[in-house]
């Protein structure tokens, strides 16, 4: 085990170790992700649950809780940090981080622990983004504690085993912006993230262009499956691009535009159609903190990172035009029924995720039948394209199933509930999700009526 942010500033970071739980035991454990790392021996064994709870730690192991500040709503909060969650270190190039694992110095009231709702929820949400091929921390196993939690009642207390590229945030820059050690940790970050900039003519403006393209990449896969985020604070944005912090999220079922879930979101900052926008807003929070970096010249700086930053909706529209296009089967993204099909869909609000998979049904020659408003778009649609390459660009471009919002809560209920065999099946929710067919389950239909009351909360 390495725990490479110890080459930070100690301003940046607490040396601290979890705290210990009464009674952990593992309710949850991702084989699949298992299987890619490393695992050491104590991970695999009888007194697993000991170590995911942070009762215990792998010897020589350096337990850290990361500071870092964030605007969240859009209100600077300069003090934010790992308030109930420890970095480990790395396994196999990967940060572990435990989640609802005690009291740090950024704890600022709460109690330093996670209920096991939240838990599922992270547990199953990460894992079907990245079934749905969209870049995401992935969560390797929940443990139960054996305490209670204290929330609107007593719930069931839980520890996540969060595993991801970097835990890294723009909140960090912000943090480290504060405290004079910007280079410092903009230094570290190009060495984990994107060492390749280094022989770039400014490797600190490379840095910025990777991140923007990264973030970019990632968002145009959300709006590809239709996810919500629900808290885009600066904070829940990692220089990765790997989609973390599940707490309010939930997926796009009729298309609206203007969809928000979330129960504090009541302005509809972090709506669907919002998300683009605010990852702009964010981004030009990151490129401040960048200013010392790029010139001596402040101005000068200014003027280079808000080129960069003013790049950012054309970069975006195109690669986001790119992902309209194959939704439909078509290689080129100017083609004028792409268009017009994503006017029927906003005025006539088709659930998303089904629309398109009854377009790929309806030309691959199922019995389907479309709404009657797409008619005559389907026909001239059916004559514009090349069928093979289209179903081909279709099928790898939209989703079969998705992680539908009532679908979760029911997999959230059955691990309140104590249900024995929650572990096998959240396993066949999975094989669900990469298309499968799991027997004795109606899982893929939409509901509707669910989404229309549905609200999610943050879980902290």
Same mark, same amino acid.
């Given at each position: 085990m390495k725990q490479r942010y110890?080459?930070?500033?100690?301003?940046?970071?607490?040396?601290?170790?979890?705290?210990? &739980?009464?009674?952990?035991?593992?309710?949850?454990?991702?084989?699949? %992700?298992?299987?890619?790392?490393?695992?050491?021996p104590q991970l695999l064994g009888k007194d697993a649950a000991e170590y995911f709870s942070g009762n215990q730690l792998i010897a020589p192991q350096l337990s850290l809780a990361l500071g870092y500040s964030g605007h969240q709503f859009g209100s600077y909060n300069p003090q934010l940090g790992d308030g109930r969650a420890h970095m480990l270190g790395q396994i196999n190039g990967y940060d572990w981080q435990l989640k609802g694992s005690g009291l740090t110095k950024y704890s600022r009231g709460g109690d330093g622990r996670c209920a096991l709702g939240p838990a599922v929820r992270e547990y199953i949400m990460s894992e079907a983004?990245?079934?749905?091929?969209?870049?995401?921390? !992935?969560?390797?196993?929940?443990?139960?504690?054996?305490?209670?939690?204290?929330?609107?009642?007593?719930? &069931?207390?839980? &520890?996540?085993?969060? @595993?991801? !590229?970097?835990? %890294? !945030?723009?909140?960090?820059?912000?943090?480290?912006s504060s405290l004079g050690?910007?280079?410092?940790?903009?230094?570290?970050? @190009?060495?984990?993230?994107?060492?390749? &900039?280094l022989d770039a003519?400014?490797?600190?403006?490379?840095?910025?262009?990777?991140?923007?393209?990264?973030?970019?990449?990632t968002l145009v896969?959300?709006?590809?499956?239709?996810? @919500?985020?629900?808290?885009?604070?600066?904070?829940?944005?990692?220089?990765?691009?790997?989609?973390?912090?599940?707490?309010?999220?939930?997926?796009?079922?009729?298309?609206?535009?203007?969809?928000?879930?979330?129960? @504090?979101?009541?302005?509809?900052?972090?709506?669907?159609?919002?998300?683009?926008?605010?990852?702009?807003?964010?981004? +030009?929070?990151? +490129?401040?903190?960048?200013?010392?970096l790029i010139s001596e010249n402040e101005q000068e700086a200014i003027t280079v990172l808000t080129q960069e930053l003013e790049s950012f909706p054309n970069a975006f529209e195109q690669e986001y035009a790119k992902m309209c296009a194959h939704k439909l089967g078509f290689d080129q993204s100017?083609?004028?029924?792409?268009?017009?099909?994503?006017?029927?869909?906003?005025?006539?609000?088709?659930?998303?995720?089904?629309?398109?998979?009854?377009?790929?049904?309806?030309?691959?020659?199922?019995?389907?039948?479309?709404?009657?408003?797409?008619?005559?778009?389907?026909? !001239?649609?059916?004559?514009?394209?090349?069928?093979?390459?289209?179903?081909?660009?279709?099928?790898?471009?939209?989703?079969?199933?998705?992680?539908?919002?009532?679908?979760i809560e029911m997999l959230i209920d059955a691990a309140e509930n104590d249900q024995k065999d929650i572990q096998q099946q959240i396993d066949n929710y999975f094989n669900h999700l990469k298309g499968n067919v799991v027997p004795g389950t109606s899982w893929g239909n939409p509901n509707i009526e669910f989404d229309h009351h549905y609200q999610t909360f943050c879980g902290t």
């Open positions: 110890v080459a930070l500033p100690d301003s940046l970071y607490q040396v601290i170790q979890p705290s210990k &739980v009464e009674d952990p035991s593992l309710l949850l454990f991702n084989q699949s %992700l298992a299987a890619e790392l490393d695992l050491p983004m990245h079934i749905l091929g969209v870049p995401s921390m !992935r969560t390797l196993a929940v443990t139960t504690t054996g305490e209670a939690v204290y929330r609107q009642q007593p719930e &069931v207390g839980a &520890v996540v085993s969060r @595993i991801g !590229r970097s835990h %890294l !945030r723009i909140g960090s820059f912000q943090y480290a050690v910007i280079k410092e940790l903009a230094d570290f970050a @190009i060495g984990q993230l994107c060492p390749e &900039v003519d400014n490797p600190y403006l490379a840095l910025y262009q990777t991140v923007q393209r990264t973030q970019i990449n896969h959300w709006y590809r499956v239709g996810f @919500i985020h629900g808290v885009m604070n600066t904070d829940n944005v990692a220089l990765s691009g790997e989609t973390f912090d599940f707490g309010p999220c939930a997926m796009l079922g009729e298309y609206k535009l203007e969809q928000v879930y979330s129960s @504090i979101d009541q302005q509809g900052r972090y709506s669907f159609d919002n998300q683009k926008g605010i990852m702009q807003w964010n981004l +030009a929070r990151f +490129a401040e903190t960048l200013i010392p100017d083609h004028p029924l792409i268009a017009e099909f994503f006017e029927l869909l906003r005025t006539h609000a088709w659930e998303y995720t089904q629309i398109f998979n009854q377009l790929y049904d309806w030309l691959n020659g199922d019995n389907v039948q479309l709404p009657d408003e797409l008619s005559d778009w389907s026909q !001239r649609w059916q004559d514009a394209i090349n069928h093979q390459q289209a179903l081909l660009l279709m099928r790898t471009t939209n989703p079969k199933a998705i992680p539908r919002n009532h679908e």
